[in-house]
T-cell receptor, first 115, second 111 residues
Framework: DAEITQSPRHKITETGRQVTLACHQT?????MFWYRQDLGHGLRLIHY???????NKGEVSDGYSVSRSNTEDLPLTLESAASSQTSVYFC??????????????FGPGTRLTVT | GQQLNQSPQSMFIQEGEDVSMNCTSS?????WLWYKQDPGEGPVLLIA?????ELTSNGRLTAQFGITRKDSFLNISASIPSDVGIYFC???????????FGGGTRLMVKP
């Protein structure tokens, strides 16, 4: 069955280190998204991509970057991890854009702790 | 940025009771979505609404797209223990191709 996976599921890192979270989907979806989830804020969009070589900033993109070298993967990099980036991170994908009848499907999440 | 106000923030109910939660916005949305998140998992889409006034059911779940396009509600009838989780509303307004999420409603069901 097609799916979307994230790794690692849990990560503890130190302030200032570079961290990369992986997201891999086997649906061949064009659109991929990264969100962070914090208490009281719901899900906030970090970066998104509509296809290979395409990346766009979301609502809370500062301190994060993404790259899209193939359809299946959208890794999220924290250039210099900060304690404010302690959160649960979700990757999502969709075949078509929001509002067009095919909505986003989420991965299981990565819990990141920055000490 | 845009905000969706979701209420209540949490609910603790008895098994068998009906549940109602809602989402409101100061701006118009063209699509309303309802997701459920189980502990330790990602959100899963429950219901999608694309038309003002639309009422859609999925088993014991019913959701409506408000006539004003600024609100939506989700009802769960005859709750069961597996309904426990966090329910999120999300809206899309065709601007920027992004979803805006509410803060979530945490549902707890007492057997």
């Amino acid at each position: 069955d097609a799916e979307i996976t994230q790794s690692p599921r849990h990560k503890i890192t130190e302030t200032g280190r570079q961290v990369t979270l992986a997201c891999h989907q086997t649906w061949n979806h064009n659109n991929m998204f990264w969100y962070r989830q914090d208490l009281g804020h719901g899900l906030r969009l970090i970066h998104y991509s509509y296809g290979v070589q395409d990346t766009n900033k979301g609502e809370v993109s500062d301190g994060y970057s993404v790259s899209r070298s193939n359809t299946e993967d959208l890794p999220l990099t924290l250039e210099s991890a900060a304690s404010s980036q302690t959160s649960v991170y979700f990757c999502a994908s969709s075949e078509r854009l929001p509002g067009t009848g095919d909505e986003q499907y989420f991965g299981p999440g990565t819990r990141l702790t920055v000490t | 940025g845009q905000q969706l106000n979701q209420s209540p923030q949490s609910m603790f109910i008895q098994e068998g009771e009906d549940v109602s939660m809602n989402c409101t916005s100061s701006s118009i949305f063209n699509t309303w979505l309802w997701y459920k998140q189980d502990p330790g998992e990602g959100p899963v889409l429950l219901i999608a609404l694309y038309k003002a006034g639309e009422l859609t059911s999925n088993g014991r779940l019913t959701a409506q797209f408000g006539i004003t396009r600024k609100d939506s509600f989700l009802n769960i009838s005859a709750s069961i223990p597996s309904d426990v989780g966090i329910y999120f509303c999300a809206g899309h307004n065709n601007a920027g191709n992004m979803l805006t999420f509410g803060g979530g409603t945490r549902l707890m069901v007492k057997p």
